[in-house]
């Protein structure tokens, strides 16, 4: 089976995130107010041909942990599909 | 009203993406097998302060038109929700 995958990797929410705060300054300089807790990561997709559903989360779970995230500084978040 | 807004930018389908293939290689280097198709794009937080749902879809779709998408090269996906 085919499945569709979705990866978000975000900066800790304990962390400083200076490209978000630049990103914040520059939408307030734009004339965007009452805009706040601007944070600036990574968006993956990628596609996995797997035997099931489970498989396909298990192996999408272990490349975040072993490359596309940094596991002291970001927290990911996984979407797996089956492609339609 | 309080909203939590969420955005992906993604290179767009019919250009290259060398950061995606390279990661893509790196996955395949890992070992895992049938991975295809990797992209890389940015996903971005941010809450804002508005009157209404429709005004904060609005900015946020302007934001992204005005800062954090380039137009040219990538396409954007919006989520407004009211903060729970």
Request: with cysteine; glycine share 6%; charged share 25%.
């Amino acid at each position: 089976m085919r499945f569709d995958v979705e990866v978000r990797v975000m900066p800790r929410a304990t962390l400083l995130d200076p490209q978000g705060q630049a990103v914040e300054h520059a939408l307030q300089a734009l004339g965007f107010e009452r805009v706040s807790g601007v944070r600036v990561g990574r968006a993956l997709t990628l596609q996995l041909e797997r035997a099931d559903a489970g498989r396909a989360e298990a192996d999408a779970r272990a490349m975040c942990q072993r490359l596309l995230a940094n596991p002291v500084t970001e927290d990911f978040t996984l979407s797996v599909r089956a492609t339609s």
